[in-house]
């Protein structure tokens, strides 16, 4: 990527592209520990952040808040100002540039997803909206499945995968109003309904019930569909109380079991 820096910087700045890199220079010419170069820093971030501004800018009408790429960019900048050593040869737009379009570019990658999905769909996605641009401007149309797919080198399956994946991009906020009378999407959303797990249950425990005797049957629906207490079955049934309880324990045993192995 090639960036002529001398035309981003703007006409009436003060701090020409020339006095930048003396800047950017200067410092990293300075031990770490001296402190003049703190100074220098934030005069030569300072100088920089024309560029910061511009490659933030190309990444524009994305969905993303302008002011929250410049901030991207920015920190990029901060990133490429504290780690360029001026004496590996490279000027500091040349270290710069990627290391800002690195931070924007994992900005989009990692922060902007509503839902969180696999790296290799995200990339899918900024590839296919990159062709689709490219095949819009060149086709002089909306470029197919198959165009973006020969465009690629891949196939149209994985063109397709992406475009479902990219639906993870955006939500819809559960408070967004869907009518005039203020409902919002989250009260059209069912919850969860007990009614099925007890119809199951009552369908398997018919047949559990057959599995008792009559009398613990008989314990079972006084206790359970009756609301009676073990001294009230037991004087209608003419036993002991703790009798009652004895088969009260034995019958649901006996249920469980039988509820269970339905389960399994």
Request: charged share 25%; aromatic share 4%.
């Amino acid at each position: 990527m090639s960036i002529a820096v001398d035309t981003i910087a703007p006409a009436d700045s003060s701090t020409s592209t020339d006095r930048a890199s003396e800047l950017i220079n200067a410092m990293a010419a300075l031990p770490a520990a001296d402190p003049r170069r703190a100074q220098l820093r934030g005069r030569a971030i300072e100088a920089w952040l024309p560029l910061a501004r511009h490659l933030a800018n190309r990444y524009a009408n994305r969905g993303e808040p302008r002011d929250d790429l410049h901030q991207v960019a920015v920190m990029g900048l901060i990133k490429a100002t504290d780690r360029f050593e001026a004496d590996r040869g490279v000027d500091f737009a040349g270290f710069a540039i990627p290391t800002i379009v690195g931070e924007l570019k994992r900005h989009f990658r990692d922060k902007t997803w509503s839902v969180r999905v696999p790296r290799r769909l995200q990339e899918l996605r900024l590839a296919i909206t990159g062709a689709n641009n490219t095949l819009s401007h060149t086709l002089g149309r909306s470029p197919t499945v198959a165009d973006i797919a020969e465009h690629l080198g891949i196939s149209e399956d994985e063109v397709v995968e992406g475009l479902e994946g990219a639906r993870a991009y955006n939500s819809t906020s559960l408070s967004t109003p869907i009518s005039e009378g203020g409902t919002e999407l989250g009260e059209t959303l069912g919850g969860e309904d007990d009614g099925y797990t007890q119809a199951e249950t009552r369908v398997t425990l018919g047949p559990a019930l057959a599995s008792l005797d009559e009398r613990e049957q008989k314990i079972i629906t006084l206790r359970f569909y009756g609301n009676q207490t073990q001294a009230q079955i037991a004087e209608q049934v003419g036993i002991s109380q703790m009798h009652v309880s004895r088969l009260l324990t034995r019958a649901l045993a006996k249920l469980r079991g039988q509820l269970d192995g339905a389960a399994a």
